[in-house]
Structures are given as structure tokens and as C-alpha cells.
């Protein structure tokens, strides 16, 4: 796992698209692929159109791209996803889920904001944080906080609940199938599915 970890510094912006689902990492990626497209072709394709300054010059572009971008993702690599919360997480975890519980919405966004502040990649809090949107009927917020969580590593192990609450959140769906669908509760592991472990579960 840390050598296919490590093969994401290959390409500028990998680490934070593939590993975080960066939107900042994507725009790297693209502009990079962008400006290799370009120098191959003025290279091998077009090299008659274009003056071998112009060519020399994406190569150039591309080559302090790389540099830069692989140089401070080193820096700043993306850590792995904690199997397990910190303590201190973990009491943040429970106050928010039994808040949520009780119908407290503003206790439980106030634990969940906390937590997510010192633990961004816990994909559970992401997803429970998403379904408390939901229900507030902040359709918008809850889409936004639901896209990163389902394109990063954090979200692999809730994918069919990140499924579930998008297809939720949808305007078309719910205008359809009525409000009594829309809220029908959904059922939120405190642990991933795949450990097995005789976790509790959750209504959401």
C-alpha cells in the first residue's frame, strides 16, 4: 500500500486527486497533461509548424512543473487514512452521533465541525456530517460535502451510504418520490461494513 502510495508523486497533483479527491490537485493534473500533449506534439507532429524555441520552451514548462509539484507534494504528503480515532476524535464522534440521535442538530454540526478539524479524513464524520445537511433540507451543502468524501480513499468503505445519501439530495428524485422517501432513515454504521466487528448502527 505505501509503494502505490508513493507512485501518485509520479504525476503533479495525483497525490491530493487520488488520495484526498483535491479539486486543486485535478487542476494540477489536467494542466500538466495539458502542456505534455502540447510539447509532444510540436515535438513529433507539428515540429515544422512550430519554432524549436517554442518546443524547447513546453518542454521546459512541463520539466519545472513536475519539479515544483512533485517537490512539495514531498513536502506535504497526504497521510494515510487512520484505521482508528484518536481518543479525543472519538468522544467528539459519539457527542455528535448522540446529538443526532436526539434531534440537537445544532450540537451535533458543532461536534462534527470540531472533529472534522482535527481529524479531516474521518469518513465517517464526513458522511454522518452530509445526512445532518440533508435533513436540514440544505440540499446544496450536503452535495458538496458528499462529492470529496466520495471521490478520495476516505470514502471507499461507505461507498453504498454515499450513494444513497446523493441520490437523496437530488431535487429531480425527491420532487418525485415525495417527502416520505426523503426522510426514511438511513441506517450509518459507526464502523465500515467490510471489519465485521459487531458495531452498532445508527438511523440516520
Not at 66 to 83: C, G, Q
Not at 183 to 199: H, K, N, V, Y
Request: hydrophobic share 55%; no cysteine; proline share 5%.
Amino acid at each position: 500500500m505505501a509503494l502505490l502510495r508513493s507512485l501518485t508523486l509520479i504525476w503533479p497533483g495525483m497525490p491530493w486527486l487520488w488520495l484526498r479527491g483535491s479539486r486543486s490537485g485535478l487542476a494540477l493534473a489536467v494542466a500538466f497533461a495539458v502542456i505534455i500533449d502540447v510539447a509532444i506534439v510540436t515535438t513529433w507532429i507539428w515540429s515544422e509548424l512550430v519554432g524549436i524555441g517554442v518546443t524547447i520552451g513546453f518542454w521546459t514548462g512541463a520539466a519545472a512543473i513536475w519539479v515544483i509539484a512533485t517537490a512539495s507534494a514531498v513536502a506535504a504528503f497526504p497521510t494515510p487514512i487512520p484505521r482508528q480515532r484518536s481518543g479525543a476524535a472519538d468522544a467528539l464522534f459519539l457527542k455528535a452521533r448522540d446529538a443526532y440521535l436526539a434531534r440537537d442538530w445544532t450540537a451535533a454540526e458543532s461536534h462534527l465541525h470540531d472533529l472534522l478539524a482535527i481529524a479531516p479524513t474521518d469518513g465517517e464524520a464526513q458522511l454522518l456530517r452530509a445526512t445532518l445537511l440533508r435533513r436540514l433540507g440544505r440540499l446544496a451543502d450536503a452535495r458538496a460535502a458528499l462529492a470529496p468524501l466520495a471521490a478520495s480513499d476516505s470514502g471507499v468503505p461507505w461507498r453504498a451510504e454515499i450513494d444513497r445519501e446523493l441520490s437523496l439530495t437530488d431535487p429531480a428524485r425527491r420532487s418525485q418520490a415525495g417527502s416520505d422517501e426523503a426522510e426514511a432513515a438511513t441506517i450509518l454504521p459507526l464502523r465500515p461494513a467490510a471489519a465485521d466487528d459487531g458495531s452498532h448502527e445508527v438511523a440516520a
